[in-house]
Nanobody, 129 residues
Framework: QVLLVESGGGSVQSGGSLKLSCQTS????????IGWFRQAPGKEREGVGC????????YYRDSVEGRFTVSRDSAKRMAFLQMDTLTSDDTAIYFCATPRGAGDMFTACELSESYYTCWGQGTQVTVSS
């Protein structure tokens, strides 16, 4: 079981940037796929972006493609979500997640939450126009 704690959320004006962090307990974080999700008020949680356990591939939902970037620093056991050119539609609680096993999603990762078993508590991002 990987423990995850998100941080870095806050309030920002439209067009601004934020970098979310996800501190994990995984000593071998480089072996895990990383997923970022968000849930806006009154909406279901949706996948935002993911990074494969091979580090070779990333996938993003269309609405954030080119604006968001998932990365990791395995030595620090941390994952990140860089968010640029934010809009009010990006306002949500953001979660990081990992699948159950190291090595899962090696060449391709999924933006469906059913593939992930370990979750953080979330961090709030509010974008004002």
């Amino acid at each position: 079981q990987v423990l995850l704690v998100e941080s870095g959320g806050g309030s920002v004006q439209s067009g601004g940037s934020l970098k979310l962090s996800c501190q994990t307990s995984a000593f071998n974080l480089d072996a895990y796929a990383i997923g970022w999700f968000r849930q806006a008020p009154g909406k279901e949680r949706e996948g935002v972006g993911c990074l494969t356990s091979s580090d070779q591939n990333q996938y993003y939902r269309d609405s954030v493609e080119g604006r968001f970037t998932v990365s990791r620093d395995s030595a620090k056991r941390m994952a990140f979500l860089q968010m640029d050119t934010l809009t009010s539609d990006d306002t949500a609680i953001y979660f990081c997640a990992t699948p159950r096993g190291a090595g899962d999603m090696f060449t391709a990762c999924e933006l469906s939450e059913s593939y992930y078993t370990c979750w953080g508590q979330g961090t709030q991002v509010t974008v004002s126009s």
